[in-house]
């Protein structure tokens, strides 16, 4: 059972372009998100998906998309990267119709926009 | 929406002394409370989590305790170990509802 699985671990990009980070929960879970972590500010949610075939934003969206491709898998796209971007960012899943909002998370994508 | 204030944003502590971080939350509706711990370099993970029904809950050396009135909870970790060294973040959310809401977490640090 590997939980929440993120790729990739680490990546550096260029101011401009484009990149998608994988996440995939074998869990069986409704709820998917994304985060973002930064010095000082927590966790951040950027998107999240309540179930398959749905979206919403977060608190800090702008510069980002995201496709749920499946109950499994739930992407995040940054379609012109910039520096403001540097993060780490943080998959999750829950099922909140299982008693509670505990939220597994993936081990992150350190990711540097250059 | 929610907000979640913690305080404070490092803690030093000896080991086997009591190490207290608070927060504090701006939506009455919220009724579930979970805290992660974050080792560096790793994922936030769930070490606790406490209920609006419930006023205060233990698990070996960490304790949560919950004021709704005042809108403020708390973890307890009593005699402290290195191990215990780490990012706590404290969060609040409506239970069944997807978002949760974080502090900005407490970097806590036992010295040996």
């Known amino acids: 059972n590997a939980g929440v699985t993120q790729t990739p671990k680490f990546q550096v990009l260029k101011t401009g372009q484009s990149m998608t980070l994988q996440c995939a929960q074998d869990?069986?879970?409704?709820?998917m998100y994304w985060y973002r972590q930064d010095p000082g500010m927590g966790l951040r949610l950027i998107y999240y998906?309540?179930?398959?075939?749905?979206?919403d934003k977060g608190e800090v969206p702008n510069g980002y998309n995201v496709s749920r491709l499946n109950k499994r898998e739930f992407s995040l796209r940054l379609e012109s990267a910039a520096p403001s971007q540097t993060s780490v960012y943080f998959c999750?899943?829950?099922?909140?119709?299982?008693?509670?909002?505990?939220?597994?998370f993936g081990q992150g994508t350190r990711l540097t926009v250059v | 929406g929610e907000n979640v204030e913690q305080h404070p944003s490092t803690l030093s502590v000896q080991e086997g002394d009591s190490a207290v971080i608070k927060c504090t939350y701006s939506d009455s509706a919220s009724n579930y409370f979970p805290w992660y711990k974050q080792e560096l370099g790793k994922r936030p993970q769930l070490i606790i989590d406490?209920?609006?029904?419930?006023g205060e809950k233990k698990d070996q050396r960490i304790a949560v305790t919950l004021n709704k009135t005042a809108k403020h909870f708390s973890l307890h970790i009593t005699e402290t170990q290195p191990e215990d060294s780490a990012v706590y973040f404290c969060?609040?959310?409506?239970?069944?509802?997807?978002?949760?809401?974080f502090g900005t977490g407490t970097k806590l640090q036992v010295i040996p």
């Open positions: 998906s309540a179930s398959e075939g749905t979206t």
């Open positions: 406490i209920r609006s029904n419930v």
């Open positions: 869990m069986n879970h409704n709820s």
């Open positions: 969060a609040a959310s409506i239970q069944g509802y997807q978002k949760v809401t």
């Open positions: 999750a899943s829950s099922d909140p119709a299982l008693g509670g909002t505990e939220a597994f």
